[in-house]
Nanobody, 117 residues
Framework: QVQLVESGGGLVQPGGSQRLSCAASGSIANIKTMGWYRQAPGKERELVASITTGGSTNYADSVKGRFTISGDNYKNTVYLQMNNAKPEDTAVYYC???????????WGPGTQVTVSS
């Protein structure tokens, strides 16, 4: 079992920056990939960014060049640095972890990010 807790959400001005954190606990040695997803009202949950055990990263086209995913001893905490925030970035942001060997997926409860003036 892996437990995930997000923090850092809130109100962000358009063009502003925010950093989200995701703290992992439990069977963190089994984590293969961690990622950030988001879900806006009336829309499906979508991948924002992910990072693998080897440090490879992947980003949604909509956030490339603006958001950066990183890990601090990545199996414990993953960050999402959001720069040049746009109103369309408004969503609940969820942290996700995938573990081996059974490719189980775990989710955090989510943190709200609202980009508005």
């Amino acid at each position: 079992q892996v437990q995930l807790v997000e923090s850092g959400g809130g109100l962000v001005q358009p063009g502003g920056s925010q950093r989200l954190s995701c703290a992992a606990s439990g069977s963190i040695a089994n984590i293969k990939t961690m990622g950030w997803y988001r879900q806006a009202p009336g829309k499906e949950r979508e991948l924002v960014a992910s990072i693998t055990t080897g440090g490879s990263t992947n980003y949604a086209d909509s956030v490339k060049g603006r958001f950066t995913i990183s890990g601090d001893n990545y199996k414990n905490t993953v960050y999402l640095q959001m720069n040049n925030a746009k109103p369309e970035d408004t969503a609940v942001y969820y942290c996700e972890a995938e573990t081996i060997p059974f490719l189980r997926t775990y989710w955090g409860p989510g943190t709200q990010v609202t980009v508005s003036s």
